[in-house]
């Protein structure tokens, strides 16, 4: 299983990408699972939370080069430029529904923490390391939000078996699954 | 092996949180399970609600490699990062400071005044682009495109609204070069020159275009009958002038472009007569790389007979074709001290000629054109200060004996020199006429009557293209200050 920790050499790479767009790759690969973690936190319907996916990783790919490096993690620039992404379009609805703009969507989880980003972006990397068939049922029942029985008529395989490779993909995944972060003593403004 | 009740049991907390029984992960303790043991696999599941499809991240990873090398390609990577910045150099910064905040937006950083008053260094920011600026210092070499004659250099401006942004900037006094309009490269732009005689094309990008529809646009617009696919390029001079032009105000002008044919070789590029008689209105040859204009005197331009060097390659020829076309000899020929050879002839409309080739490696004659104007001002240094202040003239150079007499000075205004020596010998002090080009003739006529001058015509636009006022400087030399605002067809 992947590891999804701070590459040390970072910096590195967004330096090579700004030198070459072509490189910018590999902070694709490193990034992906969090901003879509990020934004799926915020924004509930999956066609919605890719299609602000895209647009997230095609503004950081074009203001590549503007990028500073001060010392902060490549992914909290990309969560911000999310976070503007999310924004504006709950702004265009609101206009073109007609509706008075009301405050910045709420966000029914609170203020998300990186920690908390990372830890779902891990799990969702860790999909992608089990075995090959395991991974497929897990990806079809939850990413393509399949029943058992479509996904046993696609695959060829009985109820029973699926049910029981996404048991073990589960198992698996949990092994990983490590506890939440706890959440910050204080008032609510703390 | 995990026992049957198990797996259908986690498949049941599965169809629960995915929302297909109508249950919320809250709800799941519903479940008979401990739910200690239960919360984390809750939590998981609902997790992997969120799971990003396999197909979506490998499409937008494709998605992106090609805008990426789309990108790489459209610019090579270079091979290390450095920033540029425009350093301007002004005659008058300070003013220029004023100028650009008030037509630009910008903003005044920094400014650091030298001791003598001049200002040595300014930075300013345009709507996050930096620009610095400074006061001219000839010393250095640092001359503004008032000194020579504009600037080789455009300034290009991104803007948010080309429009809005020209308004503002014509209203604080920029003259419009080229007027802002859509070009086939998907911006929309214009060109402006600011009072100092910097040229700023401003642009909105309107259109993200590849470099190839950049050319196939270009393409057609070239095969389009009559269309002109590079406009006319920004210049305050005239074509073919350059910032001084000798201007001859003297009697049997049309004998005189005879002369000058024979004599020098020069060819006529225009004339007109005045609508009674054959007295010439105004004339136009070429002698070398140098203009002469020329008019005969009348009531209310009295004669000026100028006195001109003359650059040749074979002085004794041009000298004799000179006394044979009727000129009359001064200064035969001979070879001077400092090794060049030259005479000097007067001929029959009242011009002197100082016939003349420099030695080997000179350097004091070496901006001199074909042609250069030449003054006998009774004190030199007064007329250079006024050369100064008022036309933003540059001395390169005075040879002043003890006893205070200036020999020999040449200034420098824009891209053409003049010289000037005190009267000695026949050479006493006579008033010349000269057209002057400049980046801003109302500015400059402006700051001519400030320094000293008096009004001959006030600034206004003129039929044959140019923006122009004249001017007597107090030692009694016309000058017509004029902008190049358009081509006129003779």
Do not use: C
């Amino acid at each position: 299983m992947k590891a999804l920790k701070e590459k040390p050499d970072e910096r590195l790479l967004i330096e090579a990408a700004q030198r070459d767009p072509a490189r910018f790759a590999e902070l694709y690969e490193d990034n992906f699972e969090r901003v879509y973690a990020y934004i799926a936190r915020r924004v509930y319907v999956r066609v919605d939370v890719e299609d602000l996916t895209a647009e997230v990783f095609h503004q950081a790919l074009a203001k590549i080069g503007q990028f500073e490096w001060r010392g902060a993690p490549f992914a909290a620039w990309l969560y911000r430029i999310a976070a503007n992404a999310i924004t504006d379009r709950w702004q265009r609805a609101a206009r073109e529904k007609g509706t008075p703009l009301a405050d910045d969507p709420a966000d029914p989880h609170g203020e998300i923490s990186p920690e908390e980003i990372d830890r779902r972006a891990l799990l969702f990397r860790n999909v992608a390391g089990l075995p090959a068939e395991q991974r497929r049922v897990i990806e079809m029942r939850f990413a393509e939000e399949k029943s058992i029985a479509e996904i046993a008529r696609e695959l060829k395989r009985s109820a029973g078996a699926i049910k029981q490779l996404q048991f073990r993909g589960i198992q698996t995944l949990r092994e990983h699954w490590t506890k939440k972060p706890r959440k910050k003593l204080g008032g609510p403004n703390a | 092996m995990p026992n049957h009740t198990q797996i259908e049991q986690l498949d049941r907390i599965v169809e629960r949180v995915l929302g297909r029984s109508g249950a919320r992960p809250s709800q799941a303790k519903a479940l008979r399970l401990p739910a200690a043991k239960l919360a984390p696999v809750v939590e998981l599941i609902g997790a992997l609600r969120d799971l990003p499809r396999a197909e979506f991240k490998d499409r937008l990873r494709k998605n992106l490699e090609r805008r990426a090398t789309m990108a790489s390609t459209a610019k090579a990577a270079p091979e290390f990062r450095a920033t540029l910045t425009p350093y301007l150099s002004i005659r008058g910064a300070a003013a220029a400071i004023e100028f650009y905040k008030k037509a630009f937006g910008a903003t005044e950083l920094m400014r650091l005044m030298q001791p003598d008053g001049r200002l040595g260094h300014a930075q300013l920011d345009i709507g996050g682009a930096l620009i610095m600026l400074a006061d001219e210092f000839p010393e250095y070499g640092f001359r503004g495109p008032e000194s020579m004659g504009g600037s080789p250099v455009r300034l290009h401006l991104d803007v948010p609204d080309v429009d809005a942004f020209a308004r503002q900037a014509t209203a604080a006094g920029a003259k419009i070069v080229r007027p802002i309009a859509d070009q086939f490269y998907g911006d929309r732009s214009g060109q402006l020159i600011d009072p100092f005689g910097y040229t700023w094309t401003v642009t909105t990008r309107k259109e993200e275009l590849t470099t190839e529809e950049m050319q196939r646009r270009l393409n057609e617009l070239s095969e389009q009958p009559g269309s002109r696919s590079a406009p006319a390029p920004a210049k305050y001079i005239r074509e073919g002038f350059h910032s001084i032009t000798p201007y001859l105000v003297i009697p049997k002008a049309g004998q005189l472009i005879d002369f000058m044919k024979t004599a020098f070789g020069a060819e006529e590029h225009f004339r007109i007569k005045r609508p009674a008689g054959d007295l010439i209105m105004h004339a136009e040859v070429k002698i070398g790389d140098s203009m002469i204009e020329l008019a005969d005197a009348n009531a209310q331009f009295p004669a000026a007979p100028a006195t001109l060097i003359l650059r040749v390659d074979d002085v004794d020829a041009a000298f004799r074709r000179a006394t044979e076309a009727g000129a009359t000899v001064i200064e035969p020929v001979a070879n001077q001290e400092s090794g060049a050879r030259g005479g000097v002839i007067l001929d029959e409309s009242g011009n002197r000629w100082n016939i003349s080739k420099s030695a080997e490696g000179d350097v004091v004659f070496k901006d001199y054109r074909t042609v250069t104007p030449h003054f006998n001002p009774v004190r030199a240094p007064a007329m250079i200060e006024f050369l100064q202040k008022a036309f933003g003239g540059e001395e390169v150079y005075r040879a002043q004996s003890p006893d205070g007499v200036v020999h020999y000075a040449q200034v420098r205004i824009g891209d053409s020199v003049i010289g000037m020596s005190e009267p000695h010998g026949p050479y006493q002090q006579r008033p010349g006429t000269l057209h002057l080009y400049v980046p801003d003739a109302d500015a400059v006529y402006e700051r001519a009557l400030r320094a000293g001058a008096t009004s001959i015509q006030p600034v206004a636009d003129q039929p044959y293209g140019d923006r122009g006022g004249g001017v007597t400087d107090p030692f009694g030399n016309r000058w017509f200050i004029a902008t190049h605002t358009r081509d006129v067809a003779p």
